[in-house]
C-alpha cells in the first residue's frame, strides 16, 4: 500500500499516519519528523531547516528531497508506506511523481482530511509544539491555503484522490479510509 496524506496543520495526519501504517503494515514517514529529526541532530542542513520549521514557513525542496526521497524509495522497495506531509507543494508532486516512475512504483491513492479552520485552530492551540504559537499557526495554516491546497485539484484531477472528513473519531476515519480504498 502506498499512500499519501493530505491535510492542513493540526488535521490528523500524524495521528492516520501511524494508524493506517499499522492496519497496512508498511512504514509511516512523517516529512515534518524527518526534517525535526535533522533539526535536532544540529547539523548545518538541520540548523537551516529548524529556522523555516520555527517561522511556520515550508523548508526549501532541495533540502526536503534530500532527506525525503532515500526515505521513500526505501520504503516503497519494502512494500509500502503512508507518507505524512510530503508532497506539500505542486512543484514537490511533479518531482516526486518523476521520481516514483523511475523508480517504477505507482500511489494508491492521496487521502485528503477536510476540517473546517475553527476545528483546525483549536486543536493547534491545544498541542505544545514550538511552533503551534497563535502567530505561527496562523501563518502555517495561511501556507497550507495558498501553496499546499492546490494538490487537492492536482491529485483530483488525476483520479486518486479520496477526501475524508476528517472532523469525526480517529477510529471512525481510518475505518472509512479502509472501505473506500480499492481493494487488493
Ligand atoms: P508538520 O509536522 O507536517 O506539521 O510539518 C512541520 C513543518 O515541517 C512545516 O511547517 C514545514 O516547515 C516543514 N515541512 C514538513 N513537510 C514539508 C514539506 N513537504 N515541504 C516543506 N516543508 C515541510
Known sequence: MKLLLLAAPGGGKGTQGERLASLYAVQHISSGDVLRAEARAGTPVGREVAGY???GD??????VFGLLVPAVAAAA????????????TVPQAVQAFDVARRLDFTLDATV?????EPV????????????????VIRHRLQVFAETTSPLIAYYR???ILLEVNGDQPAEAITAEIQARLPGP
Not at 77 to 88: K, V
Not at 112 to 116: D, I
Open 157 to 159: 484531477d488525476r483520479g
Open 77 to 88: 522497495a519494502r512494500g509500502g508506506y503512508i507518507l505524512d506531509g510530503f508532497p506539500r
Open 112 to 116: 485528503y482530511l477536510n476540517l473546517p
Open 53 to 55: 520549521q520555527r517561522r
Open 120 to 135: 483546525l485552530l483549536q486543536r493547534l492551540l491545544g498541542r505544545a509544539r514550538t511552533d503551534d504559537t497563535a502567530e
Open 58 to 63: 515550508l523548508v526549501a525542496d532541495q533540502i
